[in-house]
């Protein structure tokens, strides 16, 4: 089984649509990620949520919103798609902080035409 | 920002070399991971070090860790085809920080 599932794996679409990429866990976790990495394979933390709360909220456009349904969900709305989005979007979890190691999805890769 | 830079960007070694890459950092941390990712996929916790630990070992993996030079270094023994992938090196600044900084990575290549 998955540990740390990403839908869909890859998104093609064009300048101004809106779309959203769903992350689910199975590992039991209290805190959910979403991370974009860039072309040259920085990886930057967008948002994080503990137990279905807001914890870290970096400087992103507004046009990004997440969504944590539950502990095991958090997916990704994306609104007005712009050519710079396009990228690999990772969710991963985490168990509290005391042992901060992080899980990964398979990343979903976003093409903005 | 990022808080660890990777050194080298890239590394070409034959199988059954050593690979060696650096990390370093810009401000305090509480600890310090390595990941791996392999092409097309998502990143792979590899090993942990504590700021009060200054090396450990996992299977053919070695870290150290200097946090007076603010630097930490991945060797990899006796290289496998597979252990071709990016590794990263990422660090947490404070106790009970759920965040994550990483650095750009090194891209490492084992030549059969």
């Known amino acids: 089984d998955t540990a740390v599932s990403q839908t869909p794996k890859y998104l093609v679409t064009q300048m101004g649509n809106d779309k959203s990429i769903k992350c689910e866990q199975n590992?039991?976790?209290?805190?959910m990620y979403w991370y974009k990495q860039d072309s040259k394979k920085f990886l930057k933390i967008m948002f994080s949520?503990?137990?279905?709360?807001?914890?870290i909220n970096e400087t992103v456009p507004n046009r990004f919103s997440p969504k944590s349904p539950d502990k095991a969900h958090l997916n990704l709305h994306i609104n007005s798609l712009e050519l710079g989005d396009s990228a690999v979007y990772f969710c991963?979890?985490?168990?509290?902080?005391?042992?901060?190691?992080?899980?990964f999805g398979a990343g979903t890769r976003l093409s903005v035409l | 920002s990022q808080q660890g830079e990777e050194d080298p960007q890239a590394l070409s070694i034959q199988e059954g070399e050593n690979a060696t890459m650096n990390c370093s950092y810009k401000?305090?941390?509480?600890?310090l991971q390595w990941y791996r990712q392999n092409s097309g996929r998502g990143l792979v916790h590899l090993i942990l070090?504590?700021?009060?630990?200054r090396e450990k070992h996992s299977g053919r993996l070695r870290v150290t860790l200097d946090t007076s030079k603010k630097s930490s270094s991945l060797l990899i023994t006796a290289s496998r085809a597979a252990d071709t992938a990016s590794y990263f090196c990422?660090?947490?600044?404070?106790?009970?920080?759920?965040?994550?900084?990483f650095g750009a990575g090194t891209t490492v290549t084992v030549r059969a």
């Open positions: 949520y503990n137990n279905k709360e807001l914890i």
């Open positions: 990422a660090t947490d600044a404070k106790v009970n920080d759920y965040k994550l900084s």
């Open positions: 590992l039991g976790h209290d805190t």
């Open positions: 401000t305090s941390i509480n600890n």
């Open positions: 991963a979890s985490s168990q509290g902080t005391v042992i901060p190691i992080q899980y």
């Open positions: 070090i504590r700021s009060n630990e």
